[in-house]
Each structure stands twice: as C-alpha cells, then as structure tokens.
C-alpha cells in the first residue's frame, strides 16, 4: 500500500509538469520525449509544492490531498490539449552512433547504481533537520506547516525561513503513503539526478552540436565525489543539488533562448529561474546572476522587453515568500548581519582567510577530484573564445562561487572561517553541473576556436 | 594547426585520465558502503538515535516519555557548545517533541549549575540534558540512552 502511494505521488508530480511542459514545448510541433520527462520532473516539483502551500493555507487532510490531485489532472489535461492544437509530436532521440549509444547506456546505468545508492544511507543532518523536518511537521498537521513553528525560537535550528519546494514535495508523497517513511522519501533525490542527466546531456549537445559530448559530460557528472560520496550529495538528501539542476536548467535555457531567439525557451528559462528562491535561500543569489547575464543577453538582442517578462515569475515567488515570512512572524534568525558599509568595512579584513578556505576547499580532492581544475581550464577557453555566450557561461559559473564567497564577509559566526568552512562545500554544488556545461562548450571548440587560445 | 587540435584532445583526455583516477576510489568505496534498509517509517531518526545514544526505536520512546510530561509546558534542552554531537542529539530531541514548544541552550561547560537557575519551573515540563551532566543536587533523572537525562520539572522542587 505504502509503495502504490509513492508511485501515485511521482506520477501525480509528473503528470503536472508534463502538463506545464508540453504547453511551453508544444509550439515547436516536436517535443523532445528526454527534455520533456526531466522537464516534468523539475517543474511537477515546484508545482505541487506550489500548490500544496497555496492550497494548504485554505484546506487539510483529505480535502487538501484531493484538490491538489484534480489540479495536477487538470494541468496534464491542458498540457495534453496544447499538444493536440500544437499538432506536436513526441520524438524519441535514438543515439546515432555505436559511441553514442555506449554512453547512453552508462548514462542509464549511473542512474540506476545511484538510486540504489540512495537507499542504503540515511538523510544527512540538514536532510533531516532541515528539510525532512518540515515535511513531517506539516503531515502531522493536516498538510501545512503551523505557524507557531516560524515563529518558535527553539526550532530556529531547523532554518524555518527556507522555503518549501523539497519539503513540500516530501509531504506530497507522505500523504499519498499515509505515513512520513524516511526511507522511500529518498526515491525524490535520484530522481532529480536523473532528471540532472538527461538535462546536460541535451543542453551541452544542443549547445555544442555533438550528441557525443553532452553523453561523455552525462556519463562523467557522477564521478564528482560529492554527489555521491560526500556531505550534501543526493544520496543524504540535501536540497543543494536539485538546486544547482534548477541552476543548469535556467541557465542552459537562457543560452539556448540567445543562441536561437525561439521563445520555448525563455518560457522555460521563466519557470526554471523562478523555481530557484522557491528551493532554497541561496537561490535568490543564483537568480540574480541570471537576471545580470540575462539582461546584457537579452540586450545585444534587442529583446529586452521579452526577458524582463520572464522575470515576473520569480519576483512573485521571492516577493509572496519574504511576504509570508514577515505574515508569520518569522523568528528573527540569520547566520548573517546586514550587508552594510559599516560591516562591510570592519570585515574587509576578512577576505584574505576567505579566498584561502575557498581555495583549500577547490582543490580538495576528496570533495571534487580534480573538477574544479577542469573548471578552471574551460572557463580560460570559453573567455578565450570571445563569444558573448560563452563569456556568459564562465562568468555564470565563476560569478556565484565569488558571491557565495563574499558573503562570509558579513558572517555573523564567533568563527566565520568555520561558518563557511562547513557550508562553503554544499555551497558549491549549486554551480557544478553549470561548470559540466561550461566543460562540455569548452571541449566542443571548434578548431578555428582553438586557433584563438 | 593540426597540432593545436591535437594539443588541444591531449589536454582533455588527460584531464579527464586525472579525474576519473582521482574520482574512482572516492566514488567506488562510497557505492559499495552500507546496505539498502530497513524499509522503516523513521528510518533516520531510529538509526541516529541508536547510534549516538542506543536508544532502540527512539522515534516512538522518547515522544511517549515525553507524552508523560502533560501537554503543557515547553521542553528545555541543554547541549555543549561547538560540541556537534550534543547539539546533533539535542536537536533530535526538540525534533521528536513536535508540537511542544521547545528551547535549546547551549552551555560551554560539561555541567549546568547557574543556567538552570535561570528557567521558571511554572512554565517549563521538563529539563533534558544531552552529552551534558546535570548538577550533583537535581533529582528524579530518568535516563533515556547514554547521553541523554530528561527531569521532569514537577517533580524537580527541591
């Protein structure tokens, strides 16, 4: 019963993006039958978790439960119908090659030992006590997180100014199996890795125009340690890497918007950047480096009233959010003080440590094997490139790395080299499959490209 | 320019030889670790709280010796400063008490004396004590695992 729940939950989830996504993809009369399902994936997440929250301030239990479900029908229902007006068809893409079809295989094949994986540990510390804690809380109560527990200062601990996207996605399947189970919750964070895959997969081979090279990226993504095998990865449970795959999917979006001008996509780069705050915190970060590189895109276009539309959605969740927050008489808790003059003054000093523990953390090789050095290589080739997006591309992934690291500035910590030495790993994974990309761009130059270095 | 393409593939599968040789062990090792289950409802807590305190099933005994309290009154929770540990148990703790009201303090020491002065009794069900020792004079301890002490605080009147 508790498994026939989980799978009604994760085809709920997934019938509700498909629905979002087919009426964007629609209009192009072929809908890519991989993009569409890691697509469906992302965007089921952040519209249930959506609805839940919106739904859960009106109604409970059963009743909760039921409207959602009708609205997750409805919407595959509208997707369905924008797919028949469309005349679209699904198209499976077929590895052309025996290369390529090797790939593909390990590609399926990483995905399947991860799930795997994901099952034999527990949810890590911020998985439990930050995340899953939420969900639980709210399944107790009917489906909505009480108020007293934002404003409780004894559970500050658990981060209650984080927003609801994975916690609410946890409680989506909590209420279909009846109970809160720890342990097939986890199935949520393979799935977002799969849906990681696929997705670079096709952004670095419709970026670069080689099927192979987005395969080798895909195949290559599960062998940074920590992924697998270190604290934040998927395997525990933590929100940073379906945050970083809404990074990639918002970024690989808006290159593919400049690179083409097809509106799809900046429809999709709209919904996947206004996911971003709705994750976590730190994705407020991560959408305005794509509103900066967004803007100066959109500008050589001349496209900017197009792109400043996409923006709307993820104003309204940042806005509605920090709204709810005061609404709830939110405890006031913050890791960091106000980013002043004054602070930013008296801490300036700071910076040399700061540099040096992001630099120590870069090069652990225990964390990152070497990626951070083939980061470091594709990011010389893309700026030696001198193509716009490609510049993009580096300084979307070197831009965040220096932001996150800045703001240990205003670490309001007894020890802000231990506040960011414990958060600074998880920190970075936000921009890792952003780096995949920017190394499967890199590889990908064309020789008259390489002339250039 | 045949030579710069072919510096330039040297460059890459090199890079990739480095990762993948790095990579490897880390990631083999942690595949092969642990187990998959129990398919358990509180898997994680029951697991952390077995592990850290030996409390067997925690998930369901501390919520019913805390359900003994009353359902009034809020919980405090004592834990060793910079000790990750005792801060790990006493936020498990304030976890599994859901929805009474609880209060975390952190002491730098290994015994409580002056901070317990602090707390008023009429307001409070029960004091616990993570990886921290209570003093000498306070009485009626339940022990719940090796490193936790719960005092109802009803019964802690001198």
């Known amino acids: 019963m508790i498994v026939l729940g989980l799978f009604a939950a994760l085809f709920t989830i997934v019938i509700a993006g498909c629905g979002v996504t087919i009426s964007m993809l629609a209009l192009a009369g072929r809908i890519n039958l991989v993009e569409c399902a890691c697509l469906s994936w992302l965007l089921g997440c952040g519209v249930v978790s959506l609805l839940l929250w919106i739904c859960g301030a009106f109604c409970s239990g059963l009743l909760l439960q039921a409207i959602v479900a009708l609205l997750c029908l409805v919407l595959a229902i509208a997707g369905w119908r924008a797919k028949r007006y469309a005349n679209a068809k699904f198209d499976v893409p077929r590895p052309a090659t025996t290369t390529e079809w090797i790939l593909a295989g390990i590609v399926a094949i990483e995905v399947a030992v991860l799930v795997f994986v994901s099952f034999k540990h527990t949810l890590g510390w911020d998985g439990l006590l930050i995340w899953e804690l939420k969900a639980r809380y709210a399944f107790l109560n009917g489906g909505a997180i009480p108020s007293s527990y934002y404003s409780s200062s004894g559970r500050a601990f658990s981060h209650p100014e984080y927003p609801l996207a994975i916690p609410f996605t946890e409680l989506w399947l909590y209420l279909w199996m009846g109970e809160p189970n720890q342990f097939w919750v986890k199935i949520i964070f393979p799935l977002f890795y799969a849906a990681c895959a696929g997705l670079l997969a096709l952004l670095v081979s419709r970026l670069s125009g080689k099927r192979w090279i987005g395969l080798l990226i895909a195949v290559l993504l599960p062998f940074v340690p920590s992924i697998s095998a270190s604290p934040g990865g998927i395997v525990v449970g933590y929100v940073d890497v379906p945050l970083a795959i809404f990074y990639l999917a918002a970024l690989g979006y808006l290159l593919l918007w400049f690179q083409t001008s097809d509106s799809r996509f900046i429809m999709v780069f709209a919904a996947c950047s206004a996911l971003l705050p709705w994750i976590k915190s730190e994705g407020i970060i991560l959408w305005v480096v794509l509103v900066l590189l967004g803007f100066v895109l959109s500008f050589t276009k001349r496209r900017l009233t197009q792109f400043s539309v996409s923006l709307v959605p993820g104003l309204i969740v940042i806005l509605v959010w920090q709204f709810y927050l005061r609404f709830v008489h939110l405890w006031p808790q913050s890791d960091f003080a106000p980013p002043t003059w004054s602070a930013l003054r008296n801490n300036i000093g700071r910076l040399h440590d700061i540099f040096g523990i992001l630099f120590a953390e870069l090069s652990e090789t225990s964390h990152w094997s070497a990626f951070w050095l083939i980061t470091a290589v594709a990011v010389i080739y893309l700026l030696a490139s001198r193509k716009l997006e490609r510049i993009a591309l580096a300084s979307a992934v070197v831009g965040p790395v220096l932001l996150y690291s800045l703001i240990y500035v205003f670490s309001t910590w007894s020890s802000y080299s231990a506040h960011m030495m414990s958060s600074v790993p998880r920190l970075l994974l936000h921009v890792m499959p952003a780096g995949w990309l920017a190394i499967g761009l890199a590889l990908s130059q064309s020789k008259r490209e390489i002339q250039t270095l | ?158």
Not at chain 2, 12 to 32: D, E, K, N, R
Not at chain 2, 105 to 128: C, F, R, Y
Request: aromatic share 8%.
């Open chain 2, 1 to 158: 320019m045949r030579l710069r393409h072919y510096l330039h593939l040297a460059l890459w599968c090199a890079l990739f030889a480095v990762f993948i040789w790095l990579s490897g062990p880390i990631v083999g090792s942690a595949t092969m670790e642990n187990r998959v289950g129990p398919a358990e409802t509180n898997r994680s807590i029951d697991t952390y709280l077995n592990a850290l305190t030996g409390i067997e099933h925690g998930s369901e005994k501390l919520p019913d010796v805390l359900r003994r309290l009353g359902k009034n009154g809020s919980l405090v929770i004592f834990v060793r400063n910079e000790n990750a540990e005792s801060e790990f148990i006493g936020m498990m703790v304030g976890y599994v008490s859901w929805p009474r009201e609880v209060q975390v303090i952190k002491v730098p020491g290994p015994t409580v004396e002056k901070e317990l002065a602090d707390i008023k009794p009429g307001s409070v069900a029960g004091v616990v004590f993570c990886s921290v020792n209570p003093p000498t004079w306070l009485q009626n301890r339940v022990r719940l695992g090796s490193s936790i002490i719960l005092v109802p605080v009803t019964q802690t009147a001198p």
